[in-house]
């Protein structure tokens, strides 16, 4: 009996396909119908509807599970659970915004949507989340559809045939969004734990053999060399369910280029010539419709091509070497204290940043929506990307590198079409140490392996005890980083804003360096003498400080994205006065409002603008 349980056991794990494989990228562009929308919802600190009272998973036909129907068979029959509008939610959103006594809460929520549909014979159907935080069970007309972990990455699960009705579908999806030390990210985060379906919901109608995923980018020069006239696109179409030997159509029809391919099965790869090509930058942030098709299915995208490399102490964009004038970014929409995740949230956060010069964003700390790296093309701006491998993470253990790879995995097959990202973050300020470095490396191997077309980076520690007035950024990690980032708070966390002036940077490592984090708090109004903490005048001081500072910073110096672009929620900021659980290091404050620090930084990109876009003038 026993060998018979380890058969199966195994067979079911290599069967397991990963979630992140069978992600469905450019949902856009498919046949969808929004699931967004008013959703009711049950509060189960005690996940009554999903174990029983011996704190056993519940058989999925028990009636008192929560993703069982809520309809009495009859008058006699016991329920205690239900959902009425009385308990709605919105979706996309976190619920920590929607509700008073959600403010703080960290458990689950039952939520639940009935809709109707006409599924046509012969067609695959599929519910898409852009992100639920933390953890999804999702449950339709009583069958578990999947499990999925993850707050900040897009996921997919197949509805079996049959299971569809014409009407009154009964959609439950159970969000746990409580934290744990062997999660990514762990226990302790410096924000705000938004739990909820925080993006877009829909139902996906595909036919039996489709185009799930396709990638098509330049590949990087070599050596630093421009792009040329007429590059080689590289990339491969991911079909599910292949039918052997069927062709494949790629069109640019603006580059008048259709190439047809024969599949080899799941994966096939592409090669392409792009002449005539205009380049993307952040000065002609060019976009090309991309159109794949196979006999049955056509999917298409807007794609800018362009090159990105680090190389030796420079970043080059298209063989031109490019300054990075950066801010951090939280996912979050202060002024409604709630998370990002629409287009109008999208225009709002990038205007930020464009009026204060920027020309790059950090999407700290965790992958944004969509929205956000979609505008970043049109507008033109750099993105840093991230998965939330942050501070304390588990790094000795192999599950939670699994989960740390799967979101990199969704991160990368989400946004690797996008020109704009030009940077994949694995993780941010983790502690030194082998088993740290060890785990930390394989994500950035797992980085190249996805996409060799963009850079790879964390941000690092410093090591302040290098010498006299000289920090040097040797964390080990450096050997296997394109970009060496690292984050430093000198004259906030530990002195006054003057120790700047006696210090330098360095790293031994011959690669370009990057500040990917810098700031002071200020609460947005209160002013006193440039001593006084939290004052926008120390704030002020602290900027002009770091920006003397920056003007002696090595040859390999190539940008900087300071924390952090507004104001926002933190449990972990308590001071009663200035903070109430929001972290004020904000250039912005929390109701869109410019502090004295937000002039200084504005000055010093503009200096930077044209010191290194117009190279000759002095
Ligand atoms: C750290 C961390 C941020 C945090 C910031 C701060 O560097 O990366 O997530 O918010 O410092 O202390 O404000």
Redesign the pocket.
């Known amino acids: 009996m026993k060998r018979i349980y380890w058969i199966v056991l195994l067979l079911t794990s290599q069967l397991a396909v990963k979630a992140q494989d069978s992600l469905i990228t450019d949902i856009g562009a498919r046949k969808t119908t929004s699931l967004n929308g008013k959703w009711q919802y049950i509060v189960d600190p005690y996940e009554t509807g999903f174990y029983d009272y011996r704190y056993k998973e519940l058989n999925e036909k028990n009636p008192d599970a929560f993703w069982n129907t809520d309809v009495q068979k009859d008058r006699t029959e016991k329920k205690e659970h239900g959902y009425i509008d009385k308990y709605s939610i919105e979706v996309p959103g976190d619920w920590n915004h929607q509700k008073p006594e959600f403010t703080y809460y960290e458990g689950t929520i039952w939520y639940k949507k009935s809709f109707d549909c006409q599924p046509v014979q012969g067609n695959r159907y599929f519910i898409y989340f852009g992100a639920v935080n933390y953890r999804a069970d999702v449950y339709l007309n009583g069958k578990k559809l999947g499990m999925h972990k993850g707050g900040f990455t897009p996921f997919n699960f197949e509805i079996p045939a049959g299971l569809l009705k014409e009407k009154g579908n009964f959609l439950v999806v159970k969000v746990d969004n409580k934290r744990y030390s062997d999660e990514v990210p762990t226990l302790n985060t410096?924000?705000w734990n938004y739990g909820g379906i925080t993006r877009n919901v829909c139902l996906v109608e595909l036919p039996q053999s489709f185009i799930q995923d396709f990638v098509l980018q330049l590949k990087r020069p070599l050596a630093g060399k421009a792009p040329g006239a007429s590059p080689d696109a590289y990339g491969w179409v991911k079909i599910n369910n292949p039918q052997a030997g069927e062709t494949i159509t790629v069109e640019i029809p603006e580059l008048k280029l259709k190439k047809q391919f024969t599949s080899t099965g799941q994966t096939t790869a592409l090669n392409l010539k792009l002449s005539k090509l205009q380049l993307w930058s952040t000065e002609t942030p060019k976009l090309y419709k991309v159109i794949v098709s196979t006999k049955n299915n056509r999917v298409e995208d807007q794609i800018g091509f362009r090159t990105i490399e680090a190389l030796g102490k420079q970043v080059l964009l298209n063989g031109k070497p490019v300054f990075m004038r950066g801010i951090s970014i939280h996912g979050e929409i202060p002024q409604e204290v709630r998370r990002a995740y629409s287009q109008a949230d999208a225009m709002q956060l990038l205007t930020q940043a464009r009026n204060l010069g920027c020309n790059m964003v950090r999407l700290?700390?965790y992958p944004h929506d969509e929205a956000i790296t979609r505008l970043a093309d049109s507008l033109g701006v750099l993105v840093w990307s991230e998965i939330p491998v942050?501070w304390t993470i588990n790094f000795g253990s192999s599950e939670v590198l699994n989960k740390a790879k799967a979101q990199l995995a969704e991160m990368i097959y989400r946004d690797h079409n996008r020109a704009s990202i030009i940077i994949w973050s694995v993780g941010?300020?983790t502690p030194i140490s082998q088993t740290r470095t060890n785990f930390m490396h394989s994500l950035i191997t797992e980085a190249k392996r996805l996409d060799n077309t963009r850079m790879v980076s964390a941000?690092l520690e410093v090591n302040y005890a290098s010498g006299k007035n000289l920090n040097l950024i040797d964390d080990p990690l450096g050997e296997f980083v394109d970009l060496v980032a690292f984050?430093e708070?000198l004259g906030w966390?530990g002195g006054t804003p003057d120790m700047c002036r006696k210090t330098n940077w360095g790293t031994p490592y011959n690669k370009p360096l990057f500040i990917s984090?810098t700031?002071a708090g200020a609460k947005g109004g209160f002013h006193a003498d440039s001593l006084t903490r939290f004052s926008e005048e120390y704030q002020e001081w602290y900027y002009k400080e770091q920006v003397a500072m920056l003007k002696r910073m090595p040859d390999n110096f190539v940008g900087i994205s300071p924390?952090?672009l507004a104001d926002f929620r933190?449990p972990k900021r308590n001071n009663p006065i200035y903070q109430e659980g929001w972290?004020r290091?904000g250039v912005y404050d929390d109701k869109g409002n410019k502090k004295k620090a937000f002039y200084i930084l504005q000055a010093y990109y503009e200096q930077m603008k044209q010191l290194h876009d117009h190279p000759k003038r002095k």
């Open positions: 410096d924000w700290a700390h942050y941010n300020e941000a984050n708070y966390y984090e700031g924390w952090v933190s972290n290091k």
